[in-house]
């Protein structure tokens, strides 16, 4: 158990510059809030409603986090700050972060009946912070989704997503330069990243990679000539 309890602060370590020691980082309201969501979960699932609804109820006031008891959490979620709202039928996968006021919100079924309302994120997703992320959607691995968006499609697989409505970039905001190093908000062309200034570094990364498909491009066109002239000769 210790050792499992050992790993996931690690992985927040990975994750945030901030603290000094595992120490430090058990005193996080997002690792509190997980943890007491673990508890909840498990009334939960034992039908023991009001019990789960307590625990939540305790946990919301402590650390300002609010995660349904019935929502589904994988290993190394991580909530960097507070005012996050978790839905009951979300869905988290492994290696998750989330920032500050984030929602994982739901829709209303027409039909009244209830079910998938809320949104899936599989493995590796980061999700900026302020965003919006609605409704029975799959954000899919390693996705990204920037500060502010407002989702309520799916995401495809390493995408990086910005605006309102969240719509796709060309950044591709999927794989690090380095596999171990962390890249917040899914922006490798900067070493540092300030979300205030998101639009701006999102419109350098879009041109860098346009600039790269347009070399290519020119490459194959120089190349056409010899290839032409190779086939003649054949």
Aim: glycine content about 10%; some cysteine; proline content about 6%.
């Amino acid at each position: 158990m210790f050792g499992r309890l050992a790993a996931y602060l690690d992985s927040i370590r990975a994750r945030d510059p901030a603290p000094h020691s595992r120490a430090e980082i058990l005193l996080y309201p997002g690792v509190w809030a997980l943890g007491l969501h673990r508890i909840a979960h498990r009334l939960y699932r034992r039908r023991l409603f009001f019990l789960a609804r307590v625990v939540n109820h305790v946990a919301r006031a402590w650390t300002a986090i609010d995660i349904h008891p019935g929502a589904r959490i994988g290993r190394n979620f991580f909530i960097d700050h507070g005012f996050v709202v978790i839905g009951e039928t979300a869905e988290i996968g492994d290696d998750v972060t989330i920032y500050q006021c984030v929602t994982l919100g739901g829709t209303s079924p027409d039909n009244g009946v209830a079910g998938k309302r809320h949104p899936t994120l599989a493995d590796g997703v980061i999700i900026g912070s302020g965003a919006q992320v609605l409704g029975p959607i799959l954000v899919g691995p390693r996705a990204r989704v920037g500060a502010n968006a407002v989702v309520t499609r799916d995401v495809p697989a390493g995408a990086v997503m910005v605006g309102i409505p969240a719509r796709a970039t060309m950044v591709e905001g999927g794989a690090a330069e380095t596999p171990s190093r962390f890249v917040p908000y899914g922006t490798p062309c900067s070493e540092m990243f300030d979300p205030a200034t998101q639009k701006m570094e999102i419109m350098r990364c879009e041109m860098e990679s346009m600039r790269k498909r347009l070399d290519a491009l020119l490459a194959e066109q120089g190349d056409r000539p010899q290839r032409e002239a190779e086939r003649d000769r054949a």
